[in-house]
Nanobody, 135 residues
Framework: QVQLVESGGGLAQPGGSLRLSCAASARTFISISSYSMAWFRQAPGKEREFVAAHSWSGGNTYLADYTDSVKGRFTISRVNAKNTMYLQMNSLKPEDTAVYYC??????????????????????WGQGTQVTVSS
């Protein structure tokens, strides 16, 4: 079983930055190189929302995808050797306030936006990290 642990959340002012990390581990061996991974967020009283995906597309290729509201502000990345995925969040806005969740699935989601943006397609989830943007 894969465990995901998020970190890096906290309080930021509008226009500020935060970097979230998601570290993957297992009881034996894991490499996230052939996993599709994503960030989702959920604000109080609202449904879970897709934020960004870093999807395995076969071989050593990956596809980055973002919801429109964060394009140009957020950057998703990974370091496979560290089994870690990141979300660099710049130019933060109050509407970015939410609990951010890391998600992963073993497989190629790079060709199918309906899969990589759908929370039900992911098998493993972190506990969430709170991001609050407020002056």
């Amino acid at each position: 079983q894969v465990q995901l642990v998020e970190s890096g959340g906290g309080l930021a002012q509008p226009g500020g930055s935060l970097r979230l990390s998601c570290a993957a581990s297992a009881r034996t061996f894991i490499s996230i190189s052939s996993y599709s991974m994503a960030w989702f967020r959920q604000a109080p009283g609202k449904e879970r929302e897709f934020v960004a995906a870093h999807s395995w597309s076969g071989g050593n290729t990956y596809l980055a995808d973002y919801t429109d509201s964060v394009k140009g502000r957020f950057t998703i990345s990974r370091v496979n050797a560290k089994n870690t995925m990141y979300l660099q969040m710049n130019s933060l806005k109050p509407e970015d306030t939410a609990v951010y969740y890391c998600a992963a699935a073993k497989g190629n989601y790079g060709r199918d936006p309906e899969r990589r943006r759908n929370s039900y397609e992911y098998d493993f989830w972190g506990q969430g990290t709170q991001v609050t943007v407020s002056s």
